[in-house]
């Protein structure tokens, strides 16, 4: 009995340690995620399938790495297969690890990471004996993907950053053929049902999603690290190497999923994105900010005077426009400098009585600046803070200057560069600024010929030197907004970033705004605060007025833009939207509109939908000339109730709707209707 006991514990351990250690051989090995899904690796080939909810969805995946030359996991053709329990920031689980060796040095490994209950899964390329490194790492490589038949498939276009104008799209699946920047989607419009794969980290890498439709339901799929694009990560080289005379060089880890409700996939990325990169910023703990930024329409005639006005007409006749704090910030924005005599490094005296009288008056002051670009490009001139010339620490892309938006790119690692960063926040906090809005941050995260520091190859790898050591800079004492920057990267080091390019005033720069948020919301869960640019009423029409604001409202916080120093209809429009009380309720909520239906293109959603546990608001716009009729399902929000007494926030009329909410609304028009729960 003892003998039969110890050969059945004996027989366990041994199935164990197959599990655990590594197998040798061919066949096809499977690690299973979630509920009922499946990655199927076939040792044999180097290829692997993944099934989800039972149906085989990616067939015949391969990686694939490049540095001074190609290599695949279908070419090294001795595979052993391993796994091992890990503990991470994800939680418990098992990393299962395929090792693929050939017949020189190379060794690649490809990592699949999963855990209890979490119907995706993680994976990672990690390649070793490549002393140059690598600028190219494919986790999964010409997939075949299959989606749902008869679903009306779509995919997105997601872009790098928000520079230059660029929209978000959307496309029939058969007429898809792009690379998107780190993250991608493919979803049906008909259930909502879509597949995500995107980065988790950028500290190293750009990464790219190409899709490619073959039909309505089936696509070609590469997810890989190594990603330039001229114009969507303004970068004219290829990608700078990743462990140059290091033992590896790894990819990020990216995962790969499949959801019921692609909306919750974005969001559930965007969360996992936070988990494996943490915040470096510090942790913001005050109310959601609100407030003025002068490039709305002051712009370049800013001066002690009518900047000073402006806070006069936000104390003592705009009491009602305040945050959850009792606050606003009041920024300026570029040209700050009027306000100096000598610039940043002369007499500050009039920035230090801006600071001083928004403070008198309860508000909360704020500057701007651009730390990784020279305006100037004066070769000889001497670089603030240092004994540099800016000629020293401009960064060259293929022998040529980097230009861009009229700046002039200066390298991030460079000492002139940081001793500048030094000097100026040094002098931004002598001046008592509270917030800082940082600027075309994109400039440090080009790929360039060289670095300064010596162990920096990449755009990435520069843009993660510059941010930190700017955050190290402010110490902790600012609210931080990034203006143009990178889309997911820029998440560790802000609080608050605007979703899109400029925006001021008119319709169309409404329905510009929109198309970010309308397929870049989930960007909520990456930073604290997502903004859509500066409201500027101006003489527009009171619709129009409605729609910009509202816009705002959508997208996260709000900031006004009008002179405010001078009267006009802006001032009314001001005193009356502004210190609406219901308006200001939701501006000072934590609230995740979501698009409610997307169009094939790039063009914005009309309908944008928050669902919490206290209200439902649901937007609605109207950016044609021509009067529009909207029908909102009400069932399809989680609204099960077959009545709802409903407001309209700008009108305060009540109404009563079943469980849809019917509307006709004007040309150029918006409305805001919250709902009890």
Known sequence: MKYNVMLCKLFVLTLFSFNLFAQNGSGIKTIAFGKNNVIRYDLSTGFYDVVFNGKVVIKKAFAEGRSTMSFTSKDLSKRTFSSKTITDKFGKGTCSIVTLTGNNNLQMQQLFFTYPGKDYFFTQLVVTGAKEGCNYLSVLNSAAVDMEKDADNRSVFIPFDNDAWMRYSSYNLDKSNFTGSEVGVVYSDKNDHGFIAGSLDQDDWKSGVMIKGQSESTLLLNVFAGFTDSLVTRDRKAHGFV????????????????????????????????????????????????????????????????????????????????????????????????????????????????????????????????????????????????????????????????????????????????????????????????????????????????????????????????????????????????????????????????????????????GYTLNSTGLGWWQNELYDFVDADHVVFGNESEGVNKARLTSSLITGTLITGDDYSKDGQWKERAKKFLQNKDIIQLAQATNNFRPVAIEVGDKAPNIFASVGKQYTYIAVLNYDDAEKQFTVDLTKLGLKNANHTTKELYSGKERNVGNTLQLTLPGKDAVIYRISN
């Open 243 to 510: 462990g140059l005379n290091q033992k590896s060089s790894a990819s990020p880890r990216f995962l790969i999923g499949l959801f019921d409700n692609w909306k919750d996939g974005m969001e559930t990325y965007a969360k996992s994105v936070r988990t494996q990169s943490p915040r470096y910023i510090f942790k913001w703990n005050k109310a959601k900010p609100m407030g003025w930024n002068s490039w709305g329409v002051l712009q370049e005639k800013i001066n002690k005077e009518n900047t000073g006005a402006v806070i006069d007409f936000f104390a003592d006749s705009c009491k009602g426009f305040r945050n959850a704090d009792n606050t606003l910030y009041i920024d300026l924005d570029s040209f700050w400098d009027n306000m100096t005599s000598g610039g940043i490094g002369g007499d500050i005296s009039t920035l230090k009585a801006f600071a001083d009288h928004c403070r008198a008056k309860g508000l909360r002051p704020g500057v701007y600046w651009a730390p990784f670009t020279d305006w100037g490009k004066n070769a000889d001139r001497k670089v603030e803070g240092s004994d540099y010339k800016y000629k020293d620490c401009w960064l060259t892309v293929n022998g040529q200057y980097h230009d861009f938006d009229g700046g002039r790119a200066m390298d991030p690692t460079h000492p002139a560069t940081l001793a500048k960063i030094a000097f100026y926040m040094k002098r931004f906090k002598e001046c008592g600024f509270e917030m800082i809005k940082i600027d075309f941050l994109g400039h440090a995260a080009i790929e360039a010929d060289h670095y300064f520091e010596s162990n920096v190859h990449t755009g990435m790898q520069a843009y993660k030197k510059g941010m930190q050591y700017l955050n190290d800079q402010m110490a902790g004492t600012m609210l931080v907004y990034a203006a143009i920057s990178a889309n997911i990267a820029t998440s560790k080091y802000v609080h608050m970033r605007r979703i899109a390019c400029d925006a001021f005033k008119q319709i169309n720069e409404t």
